[in-house]
C-alpha cells in the first residue's frame, strides 16, 4: 500500500551527511540530572551527535553556530498532534517540536511525512504515525482507503473496528488512536459522554497489538478512560474528568497522561483553532477540573507528558512551550515540566534510545534559547536555533547588523 509505494520511491533519495556542524560556547542543559554543562561545544555528525565537552575544540572544517552563553535543551516532543501539511509541520518545528506523536490525519498524510524524514528529505520533526482515526463514524476518512468503506455506515461492532485497525496495520503505522469518550472542540457533544466500552477498547488493543503497535485513547471522561485503560491503552488523550480510581490503576499499569491542558486554554480564548462561545464557556469548568486531573496524576505519579494537538495552522495560538509553563504553573518544578516535554514523552513514543535528550550518539534534535528554562520556562517560547536529525533547521543567530 502506500508505505511501500513511498519505500520505492524515496530509496534513492539521498541523506547527505555533509560537514560537521558545531555549536560552540552553549549552556547545555541535561534533562536527566538539571546540571548545566557551561560553556560546551556539541559536535554533530551527520544526524547524531558526535560529542559533548565543556570547553572542546571545534573540528575543522565544520560549520559554527556561536552560542554565545545561551541555553541548549533537547528539542521538544509534541506527543498529540494532528499535522498533516508541510506548511504546518515546518511550524511545529520551528517552535522548538523535532519529535512529534500523529492522533490521526485524514489520509494517512503522517505516514508519508514520516518517510520523507527518514530519508533526509525534510530535516523534521520526526513523525510518529497513527494514520486514520478509529472511530464509529469515519466520514470522509473513507477516501484514505477503499477498504474503508465497507464502515459506511459506522464502526459500531468489535469486528469493525479490528478491521479499521487492520486497514492502519497496513499502511505501517505506529500507533492506533481510538477514542472512549466524545470531544470537547464541538459544541454539540459532551466530552464526559463514553463512546466504547472496555470490551470494544480491547478488540482494538489486541488488534494493535497483532503488529506491536500501542494504543492511544482520547477520553476526556472518566468511564470511557477507565474503560481503556482497563483495556491496556498505552496512554489516555486529555483526561479531563479522570477520578482517583482511575488514576490509581493508570500508575499501576504504566499508563501515560497527555493532558493538552493548553487545548483548553485555547477554547476559552478568541482565535487560534477554535473561536466559539459555547465552547469560551466550556472552558470555563474544564480548565479548572483538567488542573485538578493533572495535579493529582502528578502526586500520584502518573507518567504525564506534553501534547497539545493542533494542527500547527497560521492560526494555531498552541505550542509546547506553554505546556510546560502550564504545568509550572500547576506545581511541577520546572526540570520536571521540561522533562514531561522532553524524557518522558520520548519514553511514551518508544525513542528514549534516539531522543529526548542530550548525549553522543544520540540524534542531533535540539534548540538554542537566551534563557535557562530552569529558572523560567518562558524563555521555551523564544527559540533561536533549531536543529533536528543534525540539519540547521532555523538560525536567527547572529543578531548583529550586517551579519
Do not use: C, W
Given at each position: 500500500m502506500l508505505h511501500r509505494l513511498l519505500a520505492l520511491a524515496l530509496v534513492t533519495a539521498p541523506f547527505s551527511i555533509g560537514a560537521q556542524l558545531a555549536v560552540t560556547h552553549a549552556n547545555v542543559v541535561d534533562v536527566g540530572t538539571g546540571a548545566i554543562i557551561r560553556n560546551a561545544t556539541i559536535v554533530v555528525q551527520g544526524r547524531t551527535i558526535a560529542s559533548i565537552t565543556a570547553g572542546g575544540a571545534v573540528p575543522a572544517?565544520?560549520?559554527?553556530?556561536?552560542?554565545?552563553?545561551?541555553?541548549?535543551?533537547?528539542?521538544?516532543?509534541?506527543?498529540?498532534?494532528?499535522?498533516?501539511?508541510?506548511?504546518?509541520?515546518?511550524?511545529?518545528?520551528?517552535?522548538?517540536?523535532?519529535?512529534?506523536?500523529?492522533?490521526?490525519?485524514?489520509?494517512?498524510?503522517?505516514?508519508a511525512f514520516r518517510e520523507l524524514v527518514r530519508t533526509g528529505v525534510l530535516a523534521g520533526p520526526d513523525m510518529v504515525a497513527a494514520g486514520v482515526f478509529v472511530t464509529p463514524?469515519?466520514?470522509?476518512?473513507?477516501?484514505?482507503?477503499?477498504?474503508?468503506?465497507?464502515?459506511?455506515?459506522?464502526?459500531?461492532?468489535?469486528?469493525?473496528?479490528?478491521?479499521?485497525?487492520?486497514?492502519?496495520?497496513?499502511?505501517?503505522?505506529?500507533?492506533?488512536?481510538?477514542?472512549?469518550?466524545?470531544?470537547?472542540?464541538?459544541?454539540?457533544?459532551?466530552?464526559r459522554k463514553q463512546t466504547f466500552t472496555e470490551a470494544e477498547l480491547r478488540a482494538v488493543v489486541e488488534e494493535a497489538a497483532t503488529a506491536h503497535v500501542p494504543v492511544m485513547v482520547h477520553a476526556h471522561g472518566d468511564e470511557g478512560a477507565y474503560a481503556a485503560v482497563a483495556a491496556g491503552a498505552k496512554s489516555i488523550e486529555h483526561g479531563t474528568f479522570l477520578s482517583d480510581s482511575t488514576l490509581r490503576l493508570m500508575k499501576a499499569k504504566g499508563t501515560y497522561l497527555v493532558p493538552t491542558l493548553t487545548t483548553l486554554y485555547d477554547l476559552g480564548a478568541p482565535g487560534g483553532d477554535y473561536d466559539d462561545p459555547?465552547?469560551?464557556?466550556?472552558?470555563?469548568?474544564?480548565i479548572p477540573r483538567a488542573s485538578q486531573t493533572i495535579r493529582a496524576a502528578h502526586a500520584l505519579?502518573?507518567?504525564?507528558?506534553?501534547?497539545?494537538?493542533?494542527?500547527?495552522?497560521?492560526?494555531?495560538?498552541?505550542?509546547?512551550?506553554?505546556?510546560?509553563?502550564?504545568f509550572t504553573e500547576l506545581g511541577f518544578t520546572p526540570l520536571d515540566a521540561l522533562r514531561a516535554a522532553t524524557t518522558v514523552a520520548?519514553?511514551?513514543?518508544?525513542?528514549?534510545?534516539?531522543?529526548?535528550?542530550?548525549?553522543?550518539?544520540?540524534d542531533a534534535d535540539f534548540i538554542v534559547m537566551e534563557g535557562n528554562p530552569l529558572d523560567d520556562p518562558r524563555a521555551l517560547q523564544d527559540v533561536l536555533v533549531v536543529i533536528s536529525n543534525g540539519k540547521v533547521a532555523l538560525n536567527r543567530l547572529p543578531f548583529g547588523k550586517g551579519n
Open positions: 572544517g565544520a560549520r559554527v553556530i556561536d552560542a554565545a552563553g545561551r541555553f541548549v535543551t533537547p528539542g521538544l516532543i509534541d506527543a498529540h498532534t494532528h499535522v498533516a501539511t508541510l506548511a504546518n509541520a515546518r511550524r511545529a518545528l520551528e517552535s522548538g517540536v523535532t519529535t512529534v506523536r500523529s492522533a490521526s490525519t485524514p489520509h494517512y498524510e503522517d505516514v463514524d469515519l466520514g470522509e476518512t473513507m477516501l484514505a482507503d477503499p477498504r474503508l468503506g465497507r464502515y459506511i455506515d459506522g464502526v459500531l461492532t468489535p469486528e469493525a473496528l479490528r478491521g479499521v485497525v487492520r486497514v492502519n496495520l497496513d499502511h505501517a503505522v505506529d500507533v492506533i488512536k481510538t477514542r472512549g469518550s466524545e470531544r470537547a472542540g464541538l459544541p454539540n457533544t459532551d466530552p459555547v465552547l469560551t464557556l466550556r472552558a470555563q469548568f474544564m505519579g502518573v507518567p504525564i507528558a506534553t501534547g497539545v494537538d493542533t494542527d500547527y495552522r497560521a492560526a494555531s495560538l498552541s505550542r509546547v512551550s506553554h505546556e510546560v509553563l502550564h520520548a519514553e511514551l513514543l518508544g525513542l528514549s534510545a534516539r531522543t529526548g535528550r542530550l548525549a553522543p550518539g544520540l
